[in-house]
């Protein structure tokens, strides 16, 4: 597993720490059309000696993933708060955190008389670090971001023929070796890499940039990529399902701006306030989230 960063950051003096999480979901317009439930769910870890905050997006063509997408982000937020160093991601060892997550979350779900199609969903995740940065981590596609001086940082995992990497696959050797054969003659047919990150920089004023991009074969990315931001270098971060980039009629780069437009108010929801101030903003224009929506935070307090 590599350890990715989007484009480095402009070092500033070390800000405050990361003291406050929250996340927030919504129901995308589709599923509200044809009666299927939410497949998004989101979590904040705030009783957390480090703050984190945690998503999971549940794939509709599988099983009962609304419910797999809970066990999974609850799965999650355990492990994140047991205080073990081995089962937080590290460069090296997130193969061995998200084997232990489905493992877990494989164990939980059997009281639910849940099967192994009902678990494909994605792990999203970002967290303060000891020394006062933050990292972020998607096993499955999604997006993250972090807000520095010179603007929002964007770093968008995605996968080849709509095939993501889900946890659940390590799980499960056949559906595993299956997975990994579709996402590779995904990749071949589409003359690229089984997973893709492409990194952009969305400046004050609205404008986006493409800063980078890297490919990764199938078995790599599976165990999941990570991000990372120096001290002082953001003041807000967070993880988004694809739902961010599905709002009809309006632009990627337009919707996560506004998702990561937080003021000063950062303490309890900020983001649940956030989300709905942007969505009800995109609304007004008739532009509205096709699939489900969320996001996930954690932000420093403002400094007087």
Known sequence: METIGPAAP???????AFLHAD????????????????????LAGRDAALPFAVLSDGCSL??????????????ARRLLLESAADCLPHPGDAGTF??????????????????????????????????????????GDGLAAARTPCGTEVAIVDWA???????AYL??????????????????LGGRMACEVRRYLIAHDG???LTGSEGHHAAAALNGIGFSWLPGAADVAAVMSDGAMQVSGAAWPEVVAALMAFGSARTGAFVTRRMNRALASLSKSGRRPADDISVAAIAAAVQD
């Open 161 to 167: 023929g709509n095939l993501p990497g889900y946890p």
């Open 10 to 16: 402009s070092p500033v003096s070390a800000g405050p």
């Open 62 to 75: 599988s099983g009962r993933t609304d419910v797999g997408a809970r066990v999974i982000a609850l799965t």
């Open 207 to 209: 404008t986006a940039a």
């Open 98 to 139: 998200a084997a232990r997550l489905i493992a877990s979350a494989t164990e939980a779900s059997l009281a639910l008389d849940l099967g192994s199609g009902d678990l494909d969903a994605t792990l999203c995740f970002v967290r303060a670090t000891a020394d006062g940065g933050v990292d972020a981590w998607l096993f």
């Open 171 to 188: 799980a499960d050797p056949e559906r595993l070796a299956l997975f990994l054969s579709e996402s590779e003659a995904a990749a071949r």
């Open 23 to 42: 996340a927030h979901f919504r129901m995308g317009s589709a599923h509200k059309a044809d009666g299927s439930p939410c497949q998004d769910y989101a």
